[in-house]
Nanobody, 115 residues
Framework: QVQLVESGGGLVQAGGSLRLSCAAS????????LGWHRQAPGKQREWVAS???????NYADSVKGRFTISRDNAKNTKSLQMNSLKPEDTAVYYC?????????WGQGTQVTVSS
């Protein structure tokens, strides 16, 4: 079993920055990928960014150039650095982890960007 705990959400003005973190515990061997999704009010959950076990990163077009995903294998944590935030980035952000073919989700953290 894998547990994910997110932190770092909050309220920020447009143009500001936030850093989200996700700490993993449990059976985290054989991680194949990890990343972030988000869900804005009234919208479907959408993929934001991911990083593979080999370190390859991918980003949704809407965040490319503004968000950076990273991982600290020693601490079993991953982060999402979000810069130049826009009001449309407002959403609940969820981290996820794929281990041995199973996907695990964090509880979500709210990010609100005011205009």
């Amino acid at each position: 079993q894998v547990q994910l705990v997110e932190s770092g959400g909050g309220l920020v003005q447009a143009g500001g920055s936030l850093r989200l973190s996700c700490a993993a515990s449990g059976s985290t061997f054989s991680i194949s990928a990890l990343g972030w999704h988000r869900q804005a009010p009234g919208k479907q959950r959408e993929w934001v960014a991911s990083i593979t076990s080999s370190g390859n990163t991918n980003y949704a077009d809407s965040v490319k150039g503004r968000f950076t995903i990273s991982r600290d294998n020693a601490k079993n944590t991953k982060s999402l650095q979000m810069n130049s935030l826009k009001p449309e980035d407002t959403a609940v952000y969820y981290c996820y982890l794929i281990v041995s073919g199973n996907t695990y989700w964090g509880q979500g953290t709210q990010v609100t960007v005011s205009s």
